[in-house]
T-cell receptor, first 108, second 115 residues
Framework: GESVGLHLPTLSVQEGDNSIINCAYS??????FIWYKQESGKGPQFIID?????DKRQGQRVTVLLNKTVKHLSLQIAATQPGDSAVYFC???????FGQGTELSVKP | ETGVTQSPTHLIKTRGQQVTLRCSSQ?????VSWYQQALGQGPQFIFQ???????GRGNFPPRFSGLQFPNYSSELNVNALELDDSALYLC??????????????FGSGTQLSVL
């Protein structure tokens, strides 16, 4: 069946470093992808999205890269801060399928 | 804050009981989706409502049902509660044109515990 999965369940980075969180998807027809951040006790918070007609999209300190050839997307966070500590989910927007999440920990 | 509000925030029920969870969507949004999130897992899609009709359903049994009202608010009903129904239930609203997928805005969820 279709699935969206993250490569690593946990990621630990030093404050100020760049973070890269990866995600793979199986449905080649997927045309919309979203990254969410979820802090403890809260609902997922929208970070950035990308449509399949794009390879890259940038926001404030975040960049999403989409590689349709290998069905992979990544979230890059520049100059990671302690406030970035959370669980990050990628989701395929057409059928609303979420991956398992990567827990990002930022060491001061 | 997203403007999506859910009630109650916490709820304790016993096995076999029924529960109703409520969601008010963000102003201007016409679509509501419900998700179940078990501890340590990603949200699992239950169903989506658009124009008061179910517009897609995940792999959940019929005892999970929903409603969307003319003001786009929504309810999730679960009958015959089971212990495994214990989870965080998330509501998300979006503005759907009927053609392309759009971003979802989530509420903070209702934490349901079934004893």
């Amino acid at each position: 069946g279709e699935s969206v999965g993250l490569h690593l369940p946990t990621l630990s980075v030093q404050e100020g470093d760049n973070s890269i969180i990866n995600c793979a998807y199986s449905n080649s027809a997927s045309d919309y992808f979203i990254w969410y951040k979820q802090e403890s006790g809260k609902g997922p918070q929208f970070i950035i999205d990308i449509r399949s007609n794009m390879d890259k999209r940038q926001g404030q300190r975040v960049t999403v890269l989409l590689n349709k050839t290998v069905k992979h997307l990544s979230l890059q966070i520049a100059a990671t801060q302690p406030g970035d500590s959370a669980v990050y989910f990628c989701a395929e927007g057409g059928k609303l399928i979420f991956g398992q999440g990567t827990e990002l920990s930022v060491k001061p | 804050e997203t403007g999506v509000t859910q009630s109650p925030t916490h709820l304790i029920k016993t096995r076999g009981q029924q529960v109703t969870l409520r969601c008010s969507s963000q102003s201007g949004h016409n679509t509501v989706s419900w998700y179940q999130q078990a501890l340590g897992q990603g949200p699992q899609f239950i169903f989506q409502y658009y124009r008061e009709e179910e517009n897609g359903r995940g792999n959940f049994p019929p005892r999970f049902s929903g409603l969307q009202f003319p003001n786009y608010s929504s309810e999730l009903n679960v009958n015959a509660l089971e212990l495994d129904d214990s989870a965080l239930y998330l509501c998300a609203s979006s503005l759907w044109s009927g053609r392309t997928s759009e971003k979802l805005f989530f509420g903070s969820g209702t934490q349901l515990s079934v004893l």
